[in-house]
Structure formats: structure tokens, C-alpha cells
């Protein structure tokens, strides 16, 4: 992922993650960086048919509202009625520990933890988003691709969400 004291750019597309909605995904771009710097914001980029990405919009705005001390996330921002933009933010350099120290745990989580775990557990935990059973991930560099995952839900979320984006009720 990186070259001497340097992270290099990487993506991670992820093509369905919601359950029921099968031509809405999102990309995460990591920016290349300094190892040991503060992180710096992770832009997604999520894109799918203009219903689903208007009441998935609404439930993105309560991730960006949600209290987390270790990463937090921008209020959404709609591009287009099918294309909207949303930011992982490390806020780990704000914990502090007991006897007054950092806490560096959180710090080394957000940097090894791809950004999509963290969306996917609040988009389910925090959102109530009902997610796929199974959401696959490509991760790449700028040159080629690194991985392909294909992962069980239950290896990302101890709980489902309960709403589902493709008819904008409970299912």
C-alpha cells in the first residue's frame, strides 16, 4: 500500500452493498499521503438511480450528525440527482485517554480499516440501512488492481439495518 514513508492513492469500489438495489454503489478514494500524518478525508463517491439516492441522502445526514470519537463523516453532498459525495474524517487525534494521553489505537484502526467498514456498520447501525447478504469490493492503485473481496454480511455488521433504499420503507 505504500512506498518508504508514503501511502499511495488507492480505490475501493464497492458495487451493491444495499440490499435491493443492485445499480447503486460507491468508490472510495484514499489520497496519497505521508505515513504518520494525520489522515486525511476519504471522499466516496456513490452513484445510483435518482429515488434510491434521494432517501439514501436522508439517511446519510444522520452519519454526519452521529457522535463517534474515533472518525466521523461530512454531511452529504449532492452532485447530481444520481451522484452524491460523502467524507470519512479521522478524528482519532481528539481522544484522549484517562491519564491524559492520545490515543493512538484509533488512529492506527482508521489508517488500517478501509473506509468502507466503518460506512457500511453506520449505514446499517446508525442509518438502519438494510444491507446486501453478500457485498463484493475491488481494490486498486492507480496501475492495477490489488484484491477482489467478496464478503458475508455478517463479516462486516453484527446487525442489519431494517429500511430498505428500494421503496423507501421497512422491509
Not at 21 to 48: C, K, N
Not at 49 to 67: F, K, S
Request: glycine content about 8%.
Amino acid at each position: 500500500m505504500g512506498s518508504g514513508n508514503r501511502l499511495e492513492e488507492i480505490t475501493i469500489k464497492v458495487p451493491s452493498p444495499f440490499a435491493g438495489v443492485t445499480d447503486l454503489g460507491f468508490s472510495a478514494r484514499y489520497p496519497e499521503q505521508s505515513l504518520f500524518a494525520p489522515l486525511r478525508d476519504v471522499p466516496l463517491w456513490i452513484e445510483g438511480p435518482a429515488d434510491a439516492m434521494r432517501r439514501l441522502a436522508g439517511r446519510l445526514r444522520m452519519l454526519a450528525l452521529a457522535v463517534n470519537d474515533a472518525h466521523g463523516w461530512t454531511a452529504p453532498i449532492m452532485l447530481t440527482d444520481e451522484v452524491a459525495v460523502i467524507a470519512f474524517q479521522d478524528r482519532s487525534g481528539s481522544s484522549v485517554l484517562a491519564d491524559g494521553a492520545r490515543s493512538s489505537l484509533d488512529y492506527v484502526l482508521n489508517l488500517v480499516r478501509p473506509v468502507v467498514f466503518p460506512f457500511l456498520q453506520d449505514c446499517a447501525q446508525v442509518a438502519h440501512l438494510r444491507l446486501a447478504q453478500r457485498i463484493d469490493m475491488s481494490v486498486r492503485d492507480a496501475e492495477r488492481e490489488i484484491a477482489e473481496l467478496s464478503l458475508r454480511l455478517e463479516q462486516i455488521v453484527v446487525q442489519n439495518g431494517d429500511d430498505s433504499l428500494n421503496d423507501g420503507g421497512r422491509t
